[in-house]
């Protein structure tokens, strides 16, 4: 069988980059399983950030919302040390 290494052996085979869509997370074709942690934004899909505390890729944040540092927002820019939201 194709992929396989031994006849009724299969072996899973990595994704490329992005494909298979892993939710949040980006697919790092390292593996076939989509990660479930993160410790970098690049790890996570377009529209989300790594959330340090939780090692987990979350929503980018709204206009408004309560933030600590630049990457949360989807706008780039938190007013830290100001209003601590997304501007």
Known sequence: A??????????AVAGIAGNPSCGAYLCTSSSALC?????LDNQCAAGN???NVASTCDTKLILGAACTANNQC?????DVGVTDTCI
């Not at 990660?35 to 410790?39: G, H, K, L, R």
């Not at 989807?74 to 938190?78: H, I, K, L, N, V």
């Open 2 to 11: 194709t992929g396989a290494t031994v006849d009724g052996s299969c072996v």
């Open 35 to 39: 990660p479930s942690t993160c410790t």
């Open 49 to 51: 950030y790594c959330n």
């Open 74 to 78: 989807a706008s780039g820019t938190c």
